[in-house]
């Protein structure tokens, strides 16, 4: 009891006998707040609030494949950042999260909300003209008098305001996936389309910019859409007089896209 050796028991002397001869401490941190789980190709990352205790050690990280129970524990020891990235899941199923807060005398918290994570593959498919998944040109025309084209040939818009082009894209459930198009535009101007995904815009000022000759092609930018689960009617509208440039094929790029019917 005497710390200082002066030969007196002062009060917080006594104090610290009394906490050791009642044992460690028992409380546990705080539960972790503010979890998020991003889904990726066979990953999925995690991210939580930092916890504020001067004791704490660290977190761990718990996985189920069924919501609210049979949790394991991942990281063999406290992870002492408070995100964490998760490889050992198969893509296809679904995974649910939750994580706690150890302090060092390993008094742990209970369980944060549980996040759920479908990690799956990422994949692109590409429609041309003649296949499954191209709808049509509405109003224009089929062409290839233009070359440097791939597959059978291009979609030539009429130059009008509001012309557009329709393909049917098919994902096996909801979620964000890229479009992108090749194109040719031998205008002087920079030709630019809106996007809408079944009757809804979601993109406008989509870029078209001149490739300098119409047999002159490259790719536009990757544009981000949601699409629902099933088959998603995909239109780019021209915005301008000019119409759209020639569209030689669109891509799409996320989960498991497929052709639409
Ligand atoms: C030219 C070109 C067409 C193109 C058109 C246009 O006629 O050959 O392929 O669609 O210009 O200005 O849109
Ligand atoms: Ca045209
Ligand atoms: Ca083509």
């Known amino acids: 009891m005497d710390l200082n050796e002066d030969c007196l028991i002062n009060y917080y002397e006594f104090a610290v006998f009394a906490e050791n ?15 998020l789980a991003w889904a990726g190709d066979g990953m999925v990352t995690l991210d939580w609030a930092d916890n504020t205790e ?23 020891e406290p992870l002492t950042a408070s995100a964490y990235v998760d ?21 742990e918290s209970a369980y944060s909300s549980e996040v759920i994570a479908a990690p799956d593959s ?12 191209f709808i049509g040109v509405f109003t224009g025309t089929i062409d290839s008098n233009n070359a440097g084209f791939t597959g059978t040939g291009f979609a030539n818009t ?3 305001v509001g012309m557009y082009i329709e393909w ?17 535009n031998g205008s002087t101007n920079n030709r630019t389309g809106a996007v809408s995904v079944g009757g809804v815009t979601q993109a406008t000022a989509i870029s078209f910019p001149s490739t ?27 915005e301008m007089s000019e ?19």
């Open 212 to 238: 300098g000759g119409w047999t002159s092609w490259t790719t536009s930018a990757l544009v981000p859409v949601s699409l629902s689960a099933g088959s998603n009617r995909i239109r780019l509208i021209a």
């Open 158 to 160: 009429n130059n009008a």
């Open 243 to 261: 119409g759209l440039a020639n569209i030689d094929w669109m891509s799409v790029t996320g989960v498991s896209p497929l052709p639409g019917s």
């Open 122 to 133: 990422i994949t692109t498919i590409v429609i041309q003209e003649n296949e499954p998944g």
């Open 54 to 76: 001067s004791d704490l050690l660290g977190y761990n990280v718990y996985r189920s494949e069924t919501s609210g129970s049979g949790y394991i524990l991942l990281n063999p």
């Open 87 to 107: 490889t050992s899941v198969q893509n296809g199923l679904t995974y649910y999260y939750v994580v706690t807060a150890v302090d060092n005398l390993l008094n």
């Open 21 to 35: 001869w009642e044992g460690p401490e028992r409380i546990p941190p705080a539960v972790p707040t503010g979890l």
């Open 168 to 184: 049917s894209v098919y994902a096996a459930s909801a979620g964000t996936y890229q479009l992108q198009w090749r194109y040719a």
